[in-house]
């Protein structure tokens, strides 16, 4: 069901088609999402590949929930490949939900859905505990206040069950980034991995519940037993930068 307490205008996106892709837009100068239009549920950005990196440490999560649809590549990857896990997606625009059937995103059944809320107040009613929270929520005008705040990430711990993961996309760079990180350390007392993507856009910062990341070695951080060979090949360079960022943690 709708929040009725969520805004009424949005900006509403577009969709720009390039040779082989499908991309979602607020303006030119910054894409929301992009997709390969002969293999749909592929990961296309790096970012959303090294996102993904949750299921080193938390393998088989039976639920997920995702803060912000965009073109739904999170979406339908763990769709597609985590078939035990239960996937809420939040989404504050309708706008952007009226283009799921652009990008592919599947029909609400039932261990999916897409629901039309604001995502800081989701998070801070904590209807349901999750194992894995993702926080990918960006409207035209950048990172909402919403999303960022020392009250938001203090929701986002409540609502994760113990040894559950935060994983949130913030721009690689941005002013307040050290703000942002240092308010998600508060709420998780230190237990912060950042990595830093290649393509030099991104940060994804992993938060753990009840656990430190330097319980046990790089060495010991392997690929799920149970992710198909597929979805292991998209995953191993994202994989391969959180291992690196552990070992710089455990110096």
Do not use: W
Not at 168 to 174: F, K, P, R, T, W
Request: aromatic residues 8%; contains cysteine; positive net charge.
């Amino acid at each position: 069901m709708p929040d009725s307490r969520v805004p009424a205008q949005h900006v509403r996106p577009y969709v720009h088609e390039s040779t082989g892709t499908r991309a979602l837009h607020f303006s030119i100068h910054e894409m929301q999402s992009r997709m390969q239009i002969a293999d749909p549920d592929a990961l296309d950005l790096e970012y959303t590949r090294t996102m993904m990196g949750f299921l080193l440490f938390r393998p088989e999560p039976q639920h997920i929930v995702m803060i912000g649809l965009g073109g739904g590549s999170l979406a339908k990857f763990c769709y597609r490949h985590l078939k035990n896990s239960r996937l809420q997606v939040i989404e504050i625009n309708p706008h952007v939900i009226a283009l799921r059937d652009e990008f592919h995103v599947p029909p609400d059944d039932e261990r999916f859905s897409v629901v039309r809320a604001d995502g800081a107040r989701f998070v801070r009613r904590r209807a349901a505990r999750c194992d894995v929270l993702m926080v990918d929520g960006f409207d035209s005008g950048g990172l909402p206040s919403r999303l960022c705040s020392q009250r938001f990430y203090d929701d986002c711990a409540g609502m994760l069950q113990a040894d559950g993961i935060l994983v949130v996309n913030l721009h690689y760079g941005h002013a307040r980034l050290p703000i942002f990180l240092d308010r998600i350390r508060r709420s998780f007392n230190d237990s912060v991995l950042v990595v830093d993507c290649v393509d030099g856009a991104n940060s994804i910062l992993f938060a753990r519940q009840g656990r430190a990341f330097d319980d046990r070695p790089p060495g010991a951080v392997r690929r799920p037993k149970n992710l198909d060979r597929l979805a292991a090949e998209q995953l191993l360079g994202g994989f391969a930068q959180i291992r690196s960022a552990l070992r710089e943690r455990c110096r």
